[in-house]
């Protein structure tokens, strides 16, 4: 980085080691917590220390779950890093504090009591950051304190005595910007170096905010602290994006333009992806001689975890927008915008966040709900979250709409499909907002909560933290492909091929699948379904986007579709009623076993995941019933 | 004191952050919340005493985002009334007893 004339002390001088009680060049900690508030730069940091998988955002509380990675140090030794929640304080009273403060204590039987800290503040906004130190100094953990964000300090005019700090803190300081990089050297430098306990001048009574506050200003001045310039353009933006008139449109075409973008962009991607399984389909046809394998590996395999694979950069796309919105900070005035509306329904802004990320996949949707403290609001939250439309829905989506719905344009912009495509993600909506209406006025009955949510500082996202967030989820999607899916695919294909008839695979509508299909295709006939799709309303039980495997595989064996396409096979198969139906039904059912685990989980017993499994399942039937009856 | 006198001409009701718009700064007298719901505000830098700028809001004006010492925060109006406010002597930016005749007080 270049010179920073300001602070004092920048470069490898400026972690301030303070001579602690037995000079100790001891072995680097094997375990060590990253601590801080929410928008400190936190995960940031961590992504900077590790690179493994790790969420970044820029809202408040998003950190819920408990991150681990390890960084490797320069002299090739490895220190297990724990990113903990972003917290205000140490009083263990949200759930977030509490996971902090048991790890931090020992408490915990799973994670291992850190043998240091990592403190990181804003160097922005220290008056108030600094409050967390007194908690932390008080735990006796030899603690080194991140001043993040030295490059808005620095371009802001802030200032800060590093070397008074430490000193008043007792502490090393290192003043570092992890979004550039810059000072990452001297984080490692502590965790190689020696750890002394903290030896602060003073500390305040924990209990007593107010004492805790005024502590925080007098080191502070001590430090000679100048707090920066307010972020200009923080406020140009807040005037356009919270503007009375502006900021409702805005919001809604950056809404738009995400859907819009993933329908249209994302065809070519997967156009390749398609032609990649083609291509190596046919290699495989012709290199293996005809047996039981190479059909097994071509009709089940290929067919199967193909026709999902090819959806990954449609999904990576949604996750890539999602990203962008959140680490930039637009995300938290989303929620602002949207808290009144929310409210209408009995929710808060604050359930926002998850609903969003809902439209990316409900697992962590159902874990950010923790950022809601009120539990009430929690549950509903997390009983209407599978309405959003998944991106494992999207797959299926696309597929029927374009079987069914010509590619025309609408007033010149909005294609046909993708005006489709949004009428079922309003669709979903409409049944989470009735469904949140109807539990908040019921059995989830509550008073106003409070709403309080901090507004970031916007903020470029990085490269790096959006790049580490698709392979994560690229990796997410390519496991469950290739282990639910193939897992059921496979089944699926020996269930198509079993009982043999005279050495020959049956008729697959004599195969045990047809006959299991033809079981439930009475409970289906009045949705417009047949036994074929049944048999993929089966399997997608495991997850939605199982349906497509299925139904490739099973197109791909029946005679009557064999030499279609997916699309075509589709078709051939549905009435346009059907086609309606089992969009409507997918809309509404909850067809995921991760969700289903989730909840149960996050809700602490089977009762709400029966409960949601069972009113989604009534209503996912009762809306399909009525759409196949309704377009004949 | 200057400021309580000034608050007070509103016929004893206490003005809050509610009566703040855009751009209008207060100090916080006191927060009116039960303990723990107090002390999370006050975590986030809304301590007696502080000075509190009103910023910009959610369409309708609910939530509106506050600027207290540093930091951007939202509240909901029926939140945002529970923090009594008093005028800031430094600056008076618009007549306190006019503007709070004008305040609709619904909801």
């Known amino acids: 980085m270049s010179d920073c004339g300001s602070c004092h002390g920048c470069g490898a001088a400026s972690v301030l080691e303070l001579p602690g009680p037995g000079d100790t060049r001891a072995a680097a900690p094997k375990s060590i917590a990253l601590v801080g508030p929410p928008n400190s730069g936190k995960s940031t940091l961590f992504n900077r220390l590790t690179g493994l998988r790790q969420k970044v955002a820029n809202f408040p509380g998003v950190t819920v779950e408990q991150h681990t990675g390890v960084a490797e140090l320069p002299d090739g030794r490895t220190v297990h890093v724990i990113d903990l929640p972003g917290i205000y304080s140490l009083s263990p009273r949200s759930e977030d504090e509490q996971v902090a403060y048991d790890v931090l204590t020992g408490k915990r039987t799973d994670t291992p009591k850190p043998e240091a800290i990592l403190l990181v503040l804003d160097s922005t906004n220290l008056g108030r950051h600094l409050m967390l130190a007194a908690p932390i100094l008080a735990l006796g953990v030899p603690t080194l304190i991140i001043l993040n964000m030295a490059d808005d300090l620095r371009n802001r005019n802030g200032h800060v ?42 500390l305040p009574v924990l209990q007593d905010v107010p004492k805790c506050r005024e502590w925080a200003g007098r080191v502070g001045r001590q430090a000679r602290y100048r707090s920066p310039a307010p972020p200009k353009w923080t406020h140009r933006l807040d005037s356009v994006f919270l503007h009375p008139v502006a900021g409702p449109l805005v919001f809604a075409v950056v809404v738009l333009a995400v859907f819009q973008t993933i329908f249209t962009a994302a065809v070519p991607l997967m156009d390749g992806v398609r032609w990649l399984f083609d291509v190596s389909g046919a290699w495989i046809t012709a290199t293996l001689p005809a047996s039981v394998f190479r059909s097994l590996l071509t009709e089940g395999v290929w067919k199967g975890v193909g026709s999902v694979v090819v959806f990954l950069p449609q999904v990576l796309l949604l996750f890539l927008f999602i990203g962008i919105l959140e680490d930039s900070g637009y995300l938290a005035r989303a929620a602002l915008i949207a808290d009144r509306t929310m409210a209408r329904v009995g929710l808060q802004g604050k359930s926002f966040i998850p609903l969003l990320s ?183 039980l495991a997850a939605r986007e199982t349906i497509i495997g299925t139904l490739g595989a099973i197109y791909g064996m029946d005679p009557a579709t064999r030499s279609h396409d997916l699309q075509s096979a589709i078709q051939h198969d549905l009435t346009p009623g059907g086609a309606v139906a089992l969009l409507v039904f997918f809309a509404f059912a909850m067809q995921c076993i991760s969700t289903i685990a989730v909840v149960r989980r996050e809700t602490g017993g089977w009762k709400w995941p029966v409960f949601q499994f069972a009113y989604m399942s009534v209503l996912a039937y009762s809306g399909a019933f009525v759409a196949a009856h309704l377009i004949r | 004191m200057l400021q309580l006198s000034g608050n007070n001409q509103s016929d004893g009701v206490s003005a809050t952050l509610v009566d703040l718009r855009r751009g209008d700064a207060a100090i916080l007298d006191r927060i009116d919340l039960p303990g723990e719901e107090a002390r999370r505000l006050m975590e986030l830098g809304f301590l007696p005493g502080v000075r509190i700028t009103a910023g910009f809001s959610a369409p309708g004006g609910d939530p509106r985002v506050f600027q207290v010492d540093g930091s951007e925060i939202a509240l909901r109006r029926e939140t945002a009334r529970r923090l009594k406010i008093r005028p800031d002597g430094r600056i008076a930016r618009r007549d306190k007893a006019s503007r709070l005749a004008t305040v609709p007080r619904t909801r």
């Not at chain 1, 008074?164 to 550039?180: D, E, I």
């Not at chain 1, 790096?464 to 496991?479: A, H, N, P, V, Y």
């Not at chain 1, 198509?496 to 009475?522: D, K, M, N, R, V």
Request: proline share 6%.
């Open chain 1, 358 to 540: 809902a439209y990316a996949c409900a697992v962590p949707a159902i874990l950010a709900t923790r950022t809601i403290e009120n539990k009430r609001d929690r549950i509903a939250t997390i009983l209407i979250a599978p309405f959003m439309t998944c991106s494992a829905r999207l797959p299926v989506y696309t597929l029927i709409i374009a079987a069914f719905l010509p590619e025309r344009r609408l007033f010149g912009v909005l294609s046909t499909r993708a005006a489709a495509l949004l009428g079922l993600y309003a669709l979903g909506f409409l049944a989470a907002v009735a469904t949140a209406r109807a539990l908040k006025s019921s059995i989830l009955k509550s008073g106003r909560t409070h709403f309080v949510l901090e507004m970031p500082s916007y903020r470029w996202p990085t490269l790096q933290s959006l790049g580490l967030r698709l392979l994560d989820r690229s990796k997410i999607f390519l496991r469950r492909a290739g282990t639910v899916i193939l897992l059921v695919t496979v089944v699926l294909w020996i269930m198509a091929h079993l009982p043999t008839q005279g050495g020959h695979a049956p008729a697959i509508e004599h195969s045990f699948a047809g006959a299991i299909g033809h079981a439930i295709e009475p409970a289906i006939k009045p949705l417009g379904f047949n036994w074929k799709i049944g048999i993929g309303l089966i399997t997608s």
């Open chain 1, 161 to 202: 005595d590093l070397a008074a700090l430490s000193a008043q803190l007792g502490a090393p300081v290192a003043l570092v910007s992890a979004r550039q990089g810059e000072g990452i050297a001297q984080v490692f430098d502590f965790m190689a170096g020696a750890l002394a306990k903290p030896t602060p001048t003073e």
